[in-house]
């Protein structure tokens, strides 16, 4: 079993300021997938990840896959209240199937 | 296209009923999977079908079953409901073609709450 920790567990920071969540595994994945999740709503995909040392920006976001393909990290720069909510990595294994992490909950306030 | 749409979005039921949702893929979607999130435990995988065949399957009790139709709209069914079985139930469909990397497009839920 490919375990995904996610950290922190819960971010709090103030509009403006930058943020990076981490998703690390001791396995090598074929892909791995970031999603955002606001209450009351199915995960939406932000963006997938293929190539070990990829970085992929979106807007504000930044999204790198480590070189290994075992880690990867979320950078919100210049974080607003509407970029509040649960962050979830997914790694894929070589046959498609997914290992989601636990998560997590960035609180972005005014 | 429209979304993936799961019905209903709010069940309430007591201990030892059972439970069927409904997930209606987007259009051309194939692969549909269904997961179990709690605060607790987090998005957990229960099954995913493909062409009305199960394809993988998570760690759950039998009590959790399901099904995939001609039409690619899909069925769970939690049978003898349990406290624990109180949680947000997510379906999501996938394309499945060359390339796509099993991207998961989720519907909105059905939160289930067992009494």
């Known amino acids: 079993t490919q375990l995904l920790e996610q950290s922190p567990q819960f971010l709090s920071i103030q509009e403006g300021e930058n943020l990076t969540v981490y998703c690390n595994s001791s396995?090598?994945?074929?892909?791995l997938q970031w999603y955002r999740q606001e209450p009351g709503e199915g995960p939406v995909l932000l963006v997938t990840v293929v190539t070990g040392g990829e970085v992929k920006k979106l807007k504000r976001l930044t999204f790198q896959f480590g070189d290994a393909r075992k880690d990867s990290s979320l950078h919100i720069t210049a974080a607003q209240t509407g970029d509040t909510g649960l962050y979830l990595c997914?790694?894929?294994?070589?046959?498609?199937?997914?290992?989601f992490g636990a998560g997590t909950q960035v609180v972005v306030t005014p | 296209k429209a979304g993936v749409t799961q019905t209903p979005r709010y069940l309430i039921k007591t201990r030892g009923q059972q439970v069927t949702l409904s997930c209606s893929p987007i259009s051309g979607h194939r692969s549909v999977s269904w997961y179990q999130q709690t605060p607790g435990q987090g998005l957990q995988f229960l099954f995913e079908y493909f062409s009305e065949t199960q394809r993988n399957k998570g760690n759950f009790p039998g009590r959790f079953s399901g099904r995939q139709f001609s039409n690619s709209r899909s069925e769970m069914n939690v049978s003898t409901l349990e406290l624990g079985d109180s949680a947000l139930y997510l379906c999501a469909s996938s394309s499945d073609l060359l390339g796509s990397y099993n991207e998961q497009f989720f519907g909105p839920g059905t939160r289930l709450t067992v009494l």
């Open positions: 997914a790694g894929a294994d070589s046959w498609g199937k997914l290992q």
């Open positions: 396995s090598v994945f074929s892909s």
